[in-house]
């Protein structure tokens, strides 16, 4: 309930409508949200502990390849579609202590997670 998570938005207008329902679905359930505008800078927010969680659909390997390496070393849980690697289809990263919740919370939502 007291994690800032941060999060993106795809173009497509049919993937930004799908993001906003599990926005709304979220936003309840957590300090707040931010948008920064670039995953790789999110990722870093979550390695430096100014964001708690991101989580994004869509991304491609360059948006967050670098990223997710210095969160991972950083020590978050970063994981993909269904407890897997992320991927392009579906990346979370969070501080160990909020991960699991945000998950759940995200499936209970209708992401892959």
Do not use: K, M
């Amino acid at each position: 309930a007291g994690a800032l998570v941060g999060t993106g938005f795809g173009y497509a207008a049919d993937r930004r409508l799908a993001q906003a329902q599990v926005l709304t679905h979220l936003l309840p359930r957590v300090r707040d949200i931010r948008r920064i505008g670039a995953a790789s800078l999110d990722l870093c927010a979550v390695a430096s502990g100014q964001l708690d969680a991101f989580y994004e659909r869509g991304l491609n390997p360059w948006d967050h390849a670098a990223g997710a390496l210095i969160a991972r070393e950083a020590g978050a849980v970063i994981t993909g579609p269904r407890g897997g690697r992320e991927n392009g289809e579906f990346l979370v990263a969070a501080a160990p202590s909020v991960h699991e919740d945000l998950v759940d919370t995200l499936r209970s939502a209708g992401e892959p997670s």
